[in-house]
Structures are given as C-alpha cells and as structure tokens.
C-alpha cells in the first residue's frame, strides 16, 4: 500500500512537467498531533483541539502538486509522511492515568483537495510588475491513509499492535479521511511561493491509537494480554483501591469511547517552484506593451499567477 502511494505522488509529478504555468510543484515540513482516546487533559473525552496534549507535537513532511483550474480555484495532491503519539502517563484524569496506555503511530496520509481563494494581491508594493504576490485559502477533499501503531512495552521496545488485537478486534490499517483546513502563500518573483497551512483530518476509524471499545472479556483471547491491560505495571492492586481504578479497568471492562472517532492535524511550512510561461491571456492582448510606454505612460497589466 505505501508503494502505491508513492506510485500515484510520483505519476502526478510526471504529468505536472508537462504543464506550463498553471502548475507548482514542492515540499513541506510541519508538525502534527492527534485527538483520540490515549491522554488527554482532566476530563474526559473531549472534541477538536480542546484534549489534545501539545507534549506530544510530533513531525510531518511531504510533498505536493498543485494545478490552477481558474482564477479562484486550485487543485492539490499532497502526500505526507507523519508521526502522532500519545501517552496515558501526561493525562491528568485519574482514569486514564491509571489505563497505562501509550501509542505512536506513523502514517501516510495522501489527499486531493480543492482550495479556493477569498482574498489575493498579485501585485505586494504596487511595483506594476506583479512580480510578488499573496493568497489566502480554505480548502477541503478526500484523502487515504497507512496506519501502524505501536506501543512502547515495559522493556522499552516498540511493539506493533494491530496484529495483537488488544480488544480482540481486527481493522484494517487503510482508510479514508476528509482533509479540510485554510492556508496562503507568497509568491516571490513569479517562480517562488512560501506558504502555510493548517490541515484538520477527520477518519471514519477509532483505531488510530489502537483503542475504541472495551478490554477482551477474559485474557485468554488471541491477542496479547500484556499490552491489552496495562494497569498491573504500576504496582499493587491496593494502591488504586481508594479511586475504584483498578475494578474498573480490569477484563470485560470499558477500554476507550467507541462513540468518537480519531481525527489528526498538521500546521506546515511550504515551498514550491511554479512551471510558468506566458499564458496566452497575456500574448494576445498586452505582450506588445509589456516593458514599454505608450502615451509617455507605463501600462498596468494584471498578472494571473
């Protein structure tokens, strides 16, 4: 599945090459972080960024094709390459100290937006020659992902966990997400564009974390029982009697919220080179004033970039 991916990235680049001034192409570094069932702050589950723990900021990097279709509309496909975590160790909720889980999970994530573009300035300093120019945009698509998450066992070695079936339950490692946020970029003489973008990733799954619904109902299941329930490996029984912690994350019990799935976000910094040449706009109706002055005047021309 991960060739495939890099298959289809690639491909996309190859026709973009063969494509004057409507295309750019380029990179992107980032962070990312995710809202799922593992940490979290003193309450319980709570929506969007509101439960997110910015201890575990993690890294995304990717690259992109982008193609104008008109003036007020582009099209991206992006693939990214990033790691979300979490750890029940930083929740302050008593609960889910005591569940003892822990994940981390690196994905790739590949998506086709629509950006469309609510404000614009093609000419920054109003030089006449639209060399640099700015764009803001919000955006939304579909997208696929690869999921793997690991946990981090008590010998401190990272353990694959979909094949173990924690909650005796299988899923699939592949699924769809909807990619929406808003960006912008500058774009520096024409070739040259910076940009930013924050990208808010709804999954149909809740099993990002390996954690959804409840523990198996004795540990006797195929799977594996030592990263199944976790709450032992903090000491004695007793020392979590006077919270109720201990009868309640015990087998049968609730694990995680079934009743929310798991999302993920990036914020990423980008460059890109635009494949641009004059478009036939500017050939047929000012090419032979460009550069020069008709009437002891510089005439204005619009660029579309």
């Known amino acids: 599945m991960k060739n495939i991916f890099i298959l289809i990235f690639v491909l996309c680049l190859t026709l973009a090459s063969k494509a004057q001034w409507l295309w750019d192409y380029g990179f992107s570094v980032g962070v990312s972080n995710y809202l799922g069932d593992i940490g979290g702050k003193e309450k319980t589950r709570r929506d969007f960024v509101a439960d997110m723990k910015m201890a575990k900021t993690r890294w995304n990097f990717g690259g992109f094709a982008r193609y104008k279709l008109n003036q007020k509309i582009s099209v991206k496909l992006a693939l990214d390459y990033l790691r979300i975590e979490g750890d029940d160790k930083l929740s302050s909720n008593p609960a889910r100290n005591a569940r003892n889980l822990n994940f981390r999970n690196d994905m790739f994530d590949l998506a086709v937006?629509?950006?469309v573009f609510f404000f614009e300035d093609n000419d920054l300093g109003n030089t006449y020659r639209y060399k640099n120019g700015f764009r803001a945009y919000f955006f939304a698509g579909v997208g696929a992902y690869y999921s793997n998450p690991k946990a981090n066992n008590k010998d401190g070695e990272w353990v694959a966990l979909r094949p173990l079936q924690t909650e005796g339950v299988s899923y699939s490692p592949v699924g769809v997400n909807i990619p929406m946020g808003i960006g912008f970029y500058f774009t520096i003489h024409k070739k040259h564009r910076i940009g930013?973008?924050?990208?808010?990733?709804?999954?149909?799954?809740?099993?990002?974390?390996?954690?959804?619904?409840?523990?198996?109902?004795?540990?006797?299941?195929?799977?594996?029982?030592?990263l199944s329930l976790r709450i032992g490996e903090l000491g004695k029984e007793s020392s979590f009697e006077d919270k109720g912690l201990y009868r309640s994350h015990t087998w049968g019990q609730k694990r995680g919220d079934k009743t929310h799935k798991d999302s993920y976000m990036t914020m990423s910094?980008?460059?890109?080179?635009?494949?641009?040449?004059?478009?036939?706009?500017y050939?047929?109706?000012?090419?032979?004033?460009?550069?020069?002055?008709?009437?002891?005047?510089?005439?204005?021309?619009?660029a579309k970039f």
């Not at 050939?283 to 619009?302: D, E, Q, V």
């Open 283 to 302: 050939r047929g109706r000012y090419g032979h004033f460009f550069g020069k002055r008709r009437g002891g005047k510089m005439r204005k021309i619009r």
């Open 113 to 115: 937006t629509g950006q």
């Open 269 to 281: 910094l980008s460059y890109s080179y635009v494949l641009r040449g004059k478009s036939s706009f």
């Open 196 to 226: 930013y973008e924050l990208n808010y990733r709804t999954t149909f799954t809740d099993y990002l974390d390996d954690i959804s619904g409840n523990y198996p109902d004795d540990p006797s299941f195929s799977g594996d029982p030592s």
